[in-house]
């Protein structure tokens, strides 16, 4: 027989996935606890005994998205035997898989829709988990950047022109390759027009 607390503490984890897909899927504004709860099954009420509004959804769902993206690019970074563009491949394959629609676009438009606690709580789970990996990688000596041009210009540059990857509107390249084919021509454009040379390979 399940306990109230087994039932509990499955309909909180059915809320979080509901709730991840819900957002990632469509963004925080498009995402209402009405369709979060309607997605699992139980009412709106029965979600606020769970958690007290959207917002806190919306964070406990990016904290834990962002801690899969950080584990994942330190696990990538780690292997020093893959040359930087495959690296940077390999980032961003995680990042298409586990988002479905444009990070970036994501998490700064859901900004304007949340407390300035919250707000801020974001920022911090973007830099920690998203921005400072991606500057570890664009700190390696093997992938010189232009002058003036610091790792955490580069991360942010990255990620600001990754939407392509998350669309077929303006994809670039043979929209007929493969998916990895893809990403690394996007990926050359980035790299190449930011480092001094060719990196080394």
Request: glycine letters at 4%; zero cysteines.
């Amino acid at each position: 027989m399940v306990t109230r607390a087994e039932q509990l503490a499955k309909t909180h984890q059915a809320i979080l996935d509901a709730a991840r897909e819900l957002f990632l899927k469509h963004g925080y504004a498009a995402t209402s606890t009405r369709d979060i709860a309607k997605a699992i099954g139980i009412t709106q009420p029965a979600l606020y005994h769970h958690f007290d509004d959207k917002e806190v959804i919306f964070l406990a769902v990016i904290t834990t998205v962002g801690a899969e993206i950080k584990a994942g690019m330190q696990t990538i970074l780690a292997d020093t035997t893959q040359a930087p563009l495959e690296q940077l491949t390999e980032i961003s394959l995680l990042l298409t898989h586990k988002h479905p629609a444009d990070i970036f676009t994501l998490i700064h438009t859901s900004f304007k829709e949340l407390s300035p606690t919250h707000m801020r709580q974001l920022g911090g789970v973007f830099m920690q988990d998203y921005v400072q990996p991606l500057q570890q990688f664009f700190e390696q000596a093997d992938l010189p950047l232009q002058a003036g041009v610091t790792p955490a210009m580069a991360a942010n540059f990255y990620l600001t022109s990754l939407s392509p990857l998350f669309n077929s509107f303006h994809q670039i390249g043979d929209p007929n390759a493969d998916e990895r084919t893809q990403v690394q021509t996007l990926l050359k454009m980035i790299l190449y027009g930011i480092a001094q040379a060719t990196p080394t390979e």
